[in-house]
């Protein structure tokens, strides 16, 4: 059995391997012959390949970790959201997996475009156990692991498919959408006593990076739950791998390449070195060009050295890439039906779909000021407003925005007072600039001393005001 990419299919090819559909009915059975008008059908349901089965493969083998059969019965589920099925459906998944034979997961899964989402958060669910038992969880633990996973992206049912599906970059109001689901998984979630905190937990901080950097809430390494580390290196790892309508494949070597340059940034070193153990990179079945130009497809991985699988070629000839004394100048160099990108390159895109929103909050006690404020800013930042500096205090005990625009005149409390108090009351350092119509320099010196990073003098030009926020979150030209 090989998989072939659907560019490649041709007609008489039988398929190697069953495709079902999100209700668990049979599309196509596993020794059909692909017809012209099946290739057809398959190409515009999003599929990206298929298992062929021929005279070249036949002696190759690619054993299912979990079932076809359980994998779409645990898609529907997510799909009618049903969470007592999917509660069900975590818990086979987990028993089958500890009961299989080999834990290394060679499988490419088949998701068409209509059911994305739903067979994503599946092998999201089948990665995330897989590391889970290379932790050490006990089967409750592995259990709630897959659950979590299984239901890390249920609230991006909610959001409108023209934004998740959207080619090239998401501008800064969709991308604050998109970067909603996680809140919005977890309020799914939220009501259900049956549902353990820390499921809830893997759900809510599954985009929260190690450096603190993610999303919703900015979480850093150590405050983030454990099953959401988990879950964010598999999530990525079949993002990046997986075909979508806004961008190509990428390899399963380059995926892997970004997760090791994402430790300690974006991504928990550990569990990207457990991931390493069981994920192979070059999958059974999959075709691949050597570096003397002929085509090969992989038939066994070694455990000990991932890049150098054994392989067949075109004429029957089988490699293997371990030989070093035979094959050392033969290297894989490119994997079928993915797109090739650079590392840096997956990061340009993952950048372009997940552009941070910042938060500003505004604080004045004329409400036609916050509103100007507001009407220059909405389009591409978070706004929030309150009207005394009392209110700043109370709003900072709940959220912390990335920027503070501070009146300085205000009654009660005024604009340096509050500023002192924040700095006092709140250790990390929230940066502030001073918007007054007060020029005395008695009153920007005394701005400067409690370390605020600019003062803007009212009126002021909507182009000036973007410009020095633009400069105090340091931002880069988009």
Not at 107 to 126: E, F, G, P, Q, T
Not at 366 to 376: E, N, Y
Not at 412 to 435: A, L, M, S
Not at 451 to 472: H, M, N, T, W
Request: with cysteine.
């Amino acid at each position: 059995m090989r998989y072939v990419i659907m560019d490649d299919v041709q007609p008489g090819m039988i398929l190697g391997r069953g495709i079902y559909d999100f209700t668990a009915r049979t599309l196509l059975s596993e020794g059909k012959e692909l017809s012209q008008e099946l290739i057809r059908k398959l190409k515009e349901r999003g599929y990206p390949g298929v298992y062929i089965d021929d005279d070249w493969s036949r002696d190759i083998h690619v054993e299912e970790i979990i079932s076809m059969e359980l994998r779409t019965n645990a898609a529907m589920s997510l799909r009618e959201l049903d969470m007592d099925a999917t509660m069900d459906v975590s818990g086979k998944i987990v028993e089958q997996i500890s009961q299989a034979k080999v834990l290394s997961l060679d499988i490419m899964d088949l998701k068409s475009y209509d059911d994305y989402i739903y067979r994503h958060s599946v092998n999201v669910a089948v990665l995330s156990t897989i590391i889970g038992m290379g932790v050490g969880y006990d089967t409750a633990e592995l259990k709630d692991l897959c659950l979590s996973a299984m239901c890390h992206d249920l609230g991006k049912i909610l959001i409108d498919q023209r934004i998740l599906n959207k080619p090239g970059k998401l501008n800064a109001m969709e991308n604050e959408v998109v970067r909603r689901h996680p809140q919005l998984s977890y309020d799914m979630l939220y009501d259900r006593w049956n549902i353990p905190a820390r499921v809830k937990a893997g759900v809510l901080c599954h985009h929260e990076n190690e450096d603190g950097s993610g999303y919703p809430n900015g979480l850093p390494g150590d405050k983030i739950h454990p099953f959401a580390k988990i879950i964010h290196v598999a999530d990525v790892y079949d993002a990046l791998s997986s075909k979508r309508p806004y961008k190509e494949a990428c390899s399963y070597s380059e995926s892997f390449e970004y997760l090791m340059g994402g430790c300690g940034t974006l991504f928990d070193q550990k569990i990207v070195e457990i991931f390493a153990n069981y994920v192979t990179i070059y999958p059974k079945g999959m075709m691949v060009e050597l570096s003397d130009g002929q085509q090969a497809v992989v038939m066994e991985n070694n455990k000990n050295d991932r890049v150098r699988p054994k392989v067949k070629l075109l004429d029957g000839q089988v490699l293997d890439l371990r030989d070093t004394a035979k094959n050392r100048n033969i290297t894989i160099v490119k994997q079928s039906g993915t797109h090739a990108m650079v590392a840096d390159e997956i990061e340009e895109n993952e950048k372009g779909r997940n552009q941070k929103i910042y938060h500003i909050l505004a604080v004045d006690d004329m409400v036609s000021s916050l509103q100007q404020i507001k009407g220059i800013l909405a389009g591409k930042y978070k706004i929030s407003m309150v009207k005394s500096g009392q209110q700043a205090l109370e709003f900072l005990k709940k959220k912390k925005p990335d920027l503070i625009l501070m009146d300085v005149a205000m009654p009660d409390k005024n604009g340096i007072e509050t500023v002192k108090e924040i700095r006092e009351r709140f250790p990390e350092h929230i940066p502030v600039i001073f918007v007054s119509a007060l020029h005395d320099i008695q009153t920007v010196l005394e701005c400067r001393n409690i370390q605020a990073e600019d003062y803007i003098l009212k009126p002021f030009e909507p182009s000036y005001l973007k410009e020095r926020i633009k400069s105090v979150l340091g931002e880069e030209d988009v």
